[in-house]
Structures are given as C-alpha cells and as structure tokens.
C-alpha cells in the first residue's frame, strides 16, 4: 500500500512540474496579432508533421522555462503554422520550425543553433535595446571579456550615430551594439576626432571611417566546401595582409545574400565575393571566380588601384532605382506575406481607376445634337443665317397647308360612297 501511495505521489508531482513548465509556453491561435503588440514575443511556427519540429519542442519547453526564471520580458509562444496559415504566412513563414522574435512592429528571424543557450542569448539579446551603453570602465572590460568583437560608438548626437543606430537595429540579430563615452575607454585607446564607431577585435581595435568592405558571402546554414574555402581565403588576407590593406579595407563574411541582394538593388550567387564602398554606395564585383588567395589579393588591389569595374553609385539615376526597388520589394513582401491582402490594397484601387477611365472615355451627352447645331450656326454668316430662319419659316408654313391638301382630296371610292 505504502508503493501505491509513493508511486501516485511521484506521479502527482511529475504531472504538476510537466504542467508548470508547459505553462511557459502559450499555444497561439488567431487571437494572436492583435494581442501581442504591448509584449515582445518569441514564437515557434511548427508543423505536427514536422521531424525538426518535434525534436525542437523539448528543448523549446526549456527556453520558456529558463526565460521565465531569469526574469526576461520575453514571452514564449508556440503556433501551429499549417492549422493558422493566414497569420503564418503574414509573419512571413516559409519552412518549419521557423524562430521568429516579435518587438512592436518589427520581426526578427532566429537562424543560429537550435540549442536553449543559443536562442536564449539570441532572445534577451534582440529583446533589448538595439544599442547598449557603458557608462564606465569597468562595464567596458566585463564586456570585452564576454564577447570577441565588440562595436562601440564613441560621441554625442551626429549623422554617423543616426546611421549607427539604423544599422544596429537591423544586426542585432547577429551581433551586440554599445555606445560610450570617451572616458569610459581604456587608456590605450587614442581616437583622432569624434564621433567615431569602433571595433575592437583580437585585442586591438580599428576606427570605421567609411573604409571598402571586402565580404564573403556564404551559406552557413547549408555549408558547402566551395563556401568554406571562400571563408578561409577572406580570413588569410585579413591576417597575412593586414599592413598592406589595413588603412582602407576591412574584411569579413556574411551568411546568406538577402542583405546584401537589398544593398546592391541585384543578386549576388552564393557563395562569392563582393566589395563594398560604404562612402558612396559603389559594389565591385570579380571578373572571374576566385580560386586562390593570390586571385583575391589582386581583386582587393585593383579595387584599391580604380581598375576594377565599379557598379552602383548615389547618382540620381540609382537613386531612382532605389525608390523603385523599394516601391518593388514593399509589394513583392505584401503578396508574399499574404496574397489576398495584396490582391485588395493593390486591386481595388486599381479596378476603381480602370471603371473612371472606362466611364469617362465612353461617356456620351444627352445634347450632342443641339452642341452640333450650334457650332454648326456658329459657322455661317449674319446673311446666311437669316437666309436660315427664312427656310426654317417657309417650311412651317408650307407644312399645315400640304396636311390640308391632302385631306381635301379623297379616294374616288370615299367619293361613290358620298
């Protein structure tokens, strides 16, 4: 009886854990999009179906969990995106499971591993500010202790912190962002003029200052050797030739050419290389594919040197480009996202345009004739108008004395009858 009692007891405790920790997981209907503006979200869009989903749900339920103990903002949501497939397609779903972290109006894609450390870090990290501040040196080395690269604006208000803030916004998913004080630097740092946006990296650090930007753009979700080796290469010439191409370059690799697709106004093939001139809005790309680091060292110089083909530009003529490529892309999202929305907002207004042209190009007027008659006694003369109305006259005259003629005359049967 006492192994009965124990076993239920383990049982009640085992169902109450299971329950609490599946309370930090709230399963979302079509309720969900006007509920969650005030909250930030992170939602899994799943498939029952789905072999990676059901892997993930276990680890899933842990992320709710540890968020919900570490005190985070973070809301932790499920939705089963082939039973709600409106709301997943406006979120922009395309495969399952799909990590999405929702803040106002703004959707972040998660694309790391599907580990708990990794999506809580991802979370807490989205979920805050897009820029962080330091207020002092010792907040300066905690996290240059916690993280290898470190992006800091130095300065007050200016241009540079407008577009800083802009592009942190958009990155934050891959990286974190700070801002300080000149005071709150180490010793060793020495700034020529501010503001300025610093990197510290390899325990040095560089001024951006608008420098071209070599990327290697790759796949690091679906790895191929051709997308490693790339990487490689980009990574020796940024060590092995760092006295030559320091000053005016900077080197790096970017997951996926969505990003860069957007900058350009182009595709870009992945994996490839590509430079950027981030002053002017130029993009240089190779002749022909790179092979070797020798190839790429001499791509990066005649980029240096103005040999190589530059494209883009800020021109008037690209900046048309630009308004339309937006224009293009806003719509290409919305139909996307979701077609009937897209067919009403774009149709609609469209359908009402086409019944005005129709209505007014085959719209006829009811006095026509009398507008005809008129220009037409608009063209004759005062003698012949009056030669008109005479005519016009006559003929009314001449018409009740035909009608009486013929009455006067009657058919010689009529006559006989008489």
């Not at 992320?63 to 409106?86: C, F, H, I, N, Q």
């Not at 992006?151 to 990286?175: C, H, M, Q, R, W």
């Not at 009314?396 to 049967?413: Q, W």
Request: proline share 5%; hydrophobic share 40%; aromatic share 10%.
């Amino acid at each position: 009886m006492a192994e009965v009692k124990a076993s239920l007891a383990c049982g009640v405790i085992a169902a109450f854990l299971s329950s609490a920790v599946l309370a930090f997981v709230e399963d979302l209907d079509d309720t969900f999009k006007d509920t969650r503006v005030n909250d930030v979200w992170l939602v899994d869009f799943y498939a029952p179906w789905c072999g990676y989903c059901k892997k993930l749900e276990p680890i899933w339920h842990e992320v709710g969990a540890e968020l919900k103990s570490s005190g985070s903002p973070v809301r932790v949501g499920k939705m089963d995106a082939t039973a709600y497939s409106g709301m997943a397609s406006e979120f922009g779903v395309r495969g399952y499971p799909t990590i999405k972290l929702l803040k106002g109006d703004l959707a972040y894609n998660y694309k790391g591993p599907r580990t708990k450390d990794d999506i809580v870090e991802f979370a807490n990290r989205v979920a805050g500010p897009a820029v962080r501040a330091l207020p002092s040196k010792q907040m300066f080395e905690h996290m240059m202790k916690r993280h290898d690269v470190l992006f800091v604006y130095v300065g007050g208000d200016s241009p540079l912190k407008e577009k800083y803030n802009d592009a942190a916004s958009e990155l934050i998913v891959y990286t974190y962002f700070f801002s300080a004080s000149e005071e709150a630097l180490p010793e060793s740092v020495s700034l020529p003029e501010l503001p300025a946006v610093v990197v510290f990296k390899d325990g040095g650090y560089f001024t951006y200052d608008g420098k071209l930007v070599a990327i290697a753009v790759i796949d690091e979700k679906d790895p191929t050797e051709e997308s490693g080796r790339l990487k490689t290469l980009m990574q020796r010439v940024a060590k092995e030739y760092r006295e030559q191409f320091n000053r005016d370059f900077q080197f790096g690799h970017m997951d996926g050419n969505d990003y860069i697709n957007s900058l350009i106004m182009g595709e870009v093939t992945v994996p490839s290389v590509i430079i950027l001139n981030t002053s002017n809005e130029q993009y240089f790309l190779p002749s022909e594919p790179i092979e070797s680091m020798e190839q790429l060292v001499q791509f990066i110089s005649s980029v240096l040197n103005g040999s190589a083909q530059a494209y883009g530009g800020d021109g008037i003529i690209q900046r048309i480009k630009r308004v339309a490529f937006d224009a293009r892309s806003t719509i290409m999202s919305v139909f996307r996202s979701s077609p009937l929305l897209g067919c009403f907002l774009f149709g609609l207004p469209l359908g009402v345009i086409s019944l005005m042209c129709y209505g007014i190009c085959t719209a006829e007027s009811d006095d026509g004739s009398d507008d005809i008659d008129a220009l037409k006694r608009e063209g004759l003369t005062d003698d012949e108008e009056e030669e008109e109305e005479e005519r016009q006259r006559a003929a009314a005259l001449e018409g009740p004395e035909e009608e009486d003629e013929d009455v006067g005359e009657k058919d010689p049967e009529e006559k006989k009858t008489d």
